[in-house]
């Protein structure tokens, strides 16, 4: 909250020097920066409908459910799926994992769930596809999902 | 107006899919309707400032600067102000992708651009701090360390494993996508 407003000082900020500098080119940025969101509207909006119906069908309660503490090996592949297609934001994500926590998901379980919710974007390929094209695009997101289980391998050993 | 139709085409289904679970399912269709609505306006908040720098940035940064900071000769720095740039971003994963692209078609290379696109997505320090005050300090750092090693691991890989001709299609469509 407090950087969203930071963010919105710094742009206002550099958009009023940009201005003063040189009107023709500000009006060009603005311009670009309409552009640019355009452009990739269509695809935000279907990844936040997606997310929507996904996260009203999959509740906190299913999840803790699936990836318990002695869930092991499988609850940990659970996680890791399940972080993988849904996407949340950080501000819902960790009070979510801090509540799963509460309500008996492992450890392990939810730090690979935090890194793949992170990292990995299912819902978010096609638009990552279209700037990196398929090969990188597969590469980031496979290596990011195996990666997540050496994070939470790390946070096991480090935090029992 | 077909051309626009034709480009929400996906949307308008998963829209009309959203209406159907109302009827079906009426509390998942309520709360995925609450969700995303709730989505929509945290996206509209956080997107206007990105946008704009990205405009900005577009505007008045030159290629050859952007080279020299961040080009296939930046070396280390390249890499440290590519993560310093992720970390310090806000909003979702998907609104680093347009910025990725104007990265690349100013010239950045890719491996760092890879690194702006691991620290957007896990190292955010806003999101740090949220970290560490649900799950503990302990866990926070524990994880950012590993990530630091992960992200520049991941980006170093791709950047080989692609080809050449790999590479030139991206930069190819980062010139075509902003």
């Known amino acids: 909250m407090m950087f969203t407003i930071v963010l919105y000082i710094l742009a206002l900020v550099l958009l009023i020097v940009s201005f003063i500098k040189d009107t023709g080119k500000t009006k060009m940025a603005l311009k670009k920066a309409w552009k640019s969101f355009e452009n990739i509207l269509p695809q935000f909006i279907v990844i936040l409908i997606i997310v929507g119906i996904m996260l009203a069908a999959i509740s906190p309660e299913v999840i803790s459910r699936l990836i318990g503490n002695q869930s092991g090996w499988t609850g940990m ?3 890791a799926v399940i972080g993988a297609i849904t996407l949340v ?5 960790f009070p979510l994992a801090a509540a799963l926590l509460n309500g008996g998901a492992g450890l392990m379980q939810i730090a690979v769930f935090i890194s793949t919710l992170m990292m990995v974007g299912i819902v978010t390929i096609p638009v990552e596809i279209s700037y990196f094209g398929k090969k990188a695009t597969f ?20 935090l029992r | 107006m077909m051309k626009l139709l034709k480009r929400y085409r996906i949307a308008l289904v998963l829209a009309v899919l959203n209406l159907l679970l109302l009827v079906i399912f009426p509390t998942i269709g309520r709360s ?36 020299k900071l961040m080009g296939d000769n930046s070396g280390f720095s390249g890499a ?13 994963l998907y609104a680093a992708f347009p910025i990725a692209g104007i990265l690349l078609k100013k010239g950045s290379k890719l ?3 890879l690194i702006f696109i691991g620290a957007w997505s896990t190292t955010k320090i806003p999101l740090l701090l949220f970290e560490a005050s649900s799950l503990g300090w302990e866990f926070m750092v524990t994880r950012f360390a590993v990530n630091l090693v992960g992200i520049g691991t991941i980006a170093f890989v791709i950047e080989k494993f692609l080809a050449v001709e790999d590479k030139k299609a991206i930069y190819k469509k980062a010139a075509t996508m902003n």
């Open chain 2, 80 to 92: 440290v102000i590519a993560f310093l740039m992720g970390s310090a971003a806000a909003g979702p």
């Open chain 2, 32 to 67: 995925s309707i609450e969700l995303t609505r709730n989505n929509v306006r945290e996206m509209l908040m956080v997107i206007p400032p990105i946008f704009m720098l990205l405009g900005l940035l577009d505007v008045w940064v030159k290629r050859e600067t952007m080279i």
């Open chain 1, 139 to 158: 590469l980031r997101n496979g290596m990011a999902f195996l990666f997540s289980f050496v994070v939470a391998l790390v946070i096991g050993v480090i």
């Open chain 1, 77 to 79: 592949l659970i996680a």
């Open chain 1, 89 to 93: 934001p950080g501000f819902v994500a």
């Open chain 2, 111 to 113: 491996s760092n651009v």
